[in-house]
């Protein structure tokens, strides 16, 4: 039987001076505390079922309760409490009295549903009903019913006994109207009826109500929000369609309307009218435009969320010792960062106008007629950068034919950026995108506080931007596995690395996460400094944990190397596959920690500018980059790379092999864009954290979130101010190549027991290297260092030069038996 590991998490005591500052961050208005959120949910669904059972109990016992009901009203509440008949006494008489008889009749019943959805919605986050529309129907319908039952019934002889139906508010209404326009009054609620449904329904032409009626269920209906794995959903995939069209004749023409099958899907706050009959042609058909724009969730209706800690008790804290392990035991007190670290004051609607989708939609059309292309249909779907429009050509136009007229599309509309995609994947279509007229700002406050991020339960979820269709893109980092990026300067890459690392950072625990961050440039990712205790990792006796110079660098990189191999170790020790499995099994006190084994965290490298270092490290970046490329998925490291020069020289192939999943934003030449996604387009984006994403061989245009760096400071600063660890994560030590100081104390009287050996495998070879005794002698690359500091210092290698191999100062064999000998 497995002895039980003693080891345990730690609780260190926390500060009286850091409690009371802890204290003082905990205070937050109620309205943003996800308790009274839940709390004010429950009181809506128990009003809405109060008021339901009150008021259908009033249909019933009305008017025996009424005499009562009057009286204590108008007297006292004490009067006659036991002698209402209601179902719920006396308060449940007097709420329905009012509801019913005194204001909207039986339209009062429309209330309770409308409030039990709203309290669904906040505590199940289930939505049941698109509330905002909802309460405007309802506001209708109280004013609308209320006074056509009232007119109704001001004109019954016994108006007395149908008089709650309609309400005192309603009644009222149908005696003013009636006295100043008589049955008027019909025509005034008809013609208010057929207003709201206009702009209910978004109608522009006339339209059977049942259809509209159709359209607005379906475009009710909640969209899913999960993408497989982050990468099965293409953007291209097929959404809820917004569409309307311009008539080519006459709406009234009876041979003009469309049958019930052949009239096309309608949709949210617009409407399609008539297609053009099929018998009649002419040379330049007019096309109608189907457009798809996915309604934005409110703000409003979204609540923040806030992520607790759950604070455990001594005794708790024992029982948990004796289950399972937890590593966020030993920050028992982090608070994750909160959405209102952000700013949302500078996220913006799509706002592309009716106009501007018509007059694009002529252009191409024109262009297309021009050099002899028919097309069968047009459709647009907007997004936050541009508009893709969706076409269908005629049988017998080549899809290359269409392809070559980028540039003369792009000279008709006389905008920047036109792409074409030819065809669409997974779609019989052609896509044209055409950039907006005035795009939105997707801020990062307005992505992190939608469910589809805070529920996400991916291993590291990073938000990468919105697609054409206007839909949030998460993917996860531990699937990718790796990251390329590339852009020119001032394109977005900076902004795009700081959302990768804040998205990470709202959903993983400092126990759970650690960067090992690269920077060249020694500004980009200076503010992250303030997580080293929390987030970051570096190697031993360094004084920055973010790695500015080229020599850490190297350093930094093979101790990741030396990291990945005692990583595979342990798996193989605890006959695991993957970091996933190792640490299920050590949660699961599975694994005894005096045997070395520990809780794995995922390590994410993130190279700022890749470019500089290969300028001036070369092979020595290249080797341990691939290396961790290649085989770092399986135990939790992944690597961010990112380069503003994608020439071939930067991204060599063997980087490129191991990168499979590659983010490009605008790049100077198509020659660059091929280089990073393998084809075209990356030099045809409009700039600003427009960016095409490359998986598996699909391309997916996004456009990325913007994060000010006041946003990325008060992150860093809340986080900051907490308890955090001793110190930042620690990488095993590597000694390197130096020929320094140290080697002159070399004592060679404790010679490795494979000196020798060594020795003569330089020898023969003729090259001073450490990975040619790894390969030769099959050891790790600690021992190959200490062997090669040896060597030195015995006079048979030269000193480190860089990233050439050192120089073999003994030509022959015989000569080295020779000093092998006056050492022994």
Known sequence: MAKKPKRTN????????????????????????????????????????????????????????????????????????????????????????????????????????????????????????????????VAFFLIWISWLLGYWIYHQENFSEWSMLSGGVGYELAIITDSLIGWG??????????????????????????????????????????????????PFAEEEEVAWEQPTVSPFSEEENPTEDEAPEEQLFVQESEPKSKKEKSAAPSLSLDIEDPELPSRDSEPEYALEVEEHTEEAKKVLKSENYDPTLDLPQYR?????????????????????????????????????????????????????????????????????????????????????????????????????????TVSMHSVVTTEKFMHSN?????????????????????????????????QGKSVGLNVLISSLIYKRHPSQLKFVMVDPKKVELSLFNKLERHFLAKIPNSEDAIITETKNVIYTLNSLCIEMDNRYNLLKDATCRNIREYNKKFVGRKLNPEEGHRFLPYIVLIIDELADLMMTAGKEVETPIARLAQLARAIGIHLVVATQR??????????????????????????????????????????????????????????????????????????????????????????????????????????????DDAARVI???QQGSTSLIQRKLKLGYNRAGRLIDQLEAAGIVGPFEGSKAREVLISDEYSLEQLLNSLD
């Open 10 to 137: 730690r609780i260190k005591p926390t500060s009286a001076k850091t409690k009371q500052r802890a204290k003082s961050r905990d205070f937050k208005p109620i309205w943003r505390d996800p308790r009274f959120h839940l709390a004010l949910g429950f009181f809506l669904i128990v009003t809405s079922l109060y008021l339901f059972i009150a008021q259908v109990s009033y249909l019933l016992t009305g008017a025996a309760d009424q005499s009562v009901v009057e009286s204590v009203l108008e007297n006292n509440w004490k009067s006659a409490g036991q002698e209402t008949e209601n179902w719920l006494g006396l308060v449940g008489a007097i709420v329905s009295y009012l509801w019913v008889y005194r204001w909207f009749g039986i339209a009062s019943l429309l209330i309770p549903p409308l409030l039990f959805a709203a309290g669904v919605q906040l505590v199940f986050r289930r939505t049941l009903l698109p509330l905002y529309r909802a309460a405007m129907a």
């Open 763 to 765: 020898v023969h070879h």
């Open 185 to 234: 009054t019909l025509l005034v609620l008809a013609f208010a009826l057929i207003v709201f449904i206009i702009y209910f329904f978004g109608l522009t032409s006339p339209l059977p109500f049942p259809q509209a009626a159709a359209s607005f269920e379906r475009s009710s209906t909640p969209k899913s929000e999960s993408f497989n794995d982050g990468f099965s959903q293409s």
């Open 646 to 755: 994608p020439s071939v020289n930067v991204i060599t192939g063997i980087i490129k092999a191991n990168f499979p999943v590659r983010l490009s934003y605008r790049v100077t030449s198509k020659v660059d864009s091929r280089t990073i996604l393998d084809t075209g387009g990356a030099e045809q984006l409009v700039g600003m954290g427009d960016m095409l994403l490359s998986v598996n061989s699909d391309i997916i245009r996004l456009q990325c979130p913007f994060v000010d760096t006041p946003e990325v400071d008060s992150i860093c600063e809340f986080i900051g101010s907490q308890r955090g660890y001793e110190s930042a994560y620690v990488l095993p030590e590597y000694l390197g190549d130096e020929g320094d100081s140290s080697v002159l104390e070399v004592d060679l009287k404790q010679r490795d027991d494979l000196f």
């Open 458 to 490: 991916k291993e590291l979820p990073i938000i990468l931007g919105k697609t054409v269709a206007n839909e949030l893109f998460v993917a996860d980092l531990a699937k990718m596995p790796h990251l390329l990026i590339a852009g020119a300067t001032g």
């Open 336 to 440: 994750y960062p909160e959405p209102g670290l952000l700013d949302s004051s500078h996220s913006g609607r799509v706002q592309v106008t009716k106009e501007e989708l018509e007059d694009n939609k002529d252009r191409i059309v024109e262009t297309l007629i021009n050099f002899k292309i028919g097309i069968q249909s047009i459709k647009a779907t907007i997004g936050p950068t541009v508009t893709l429009y969706e076409i269908v050509p005629e049988a017998g136009v080549k899809i290359s034919k269409i392809k070559n007229l980028e540039d003369d599309i792009a000279l008709n509309l006389a905008a920047l950026g036109i792409r074409i995609i030819a065809p669409i994947p997974g779609k019989g279509t052609i896509g044209i995108e055409v950039p907006n007229k005035n795009r939105e």
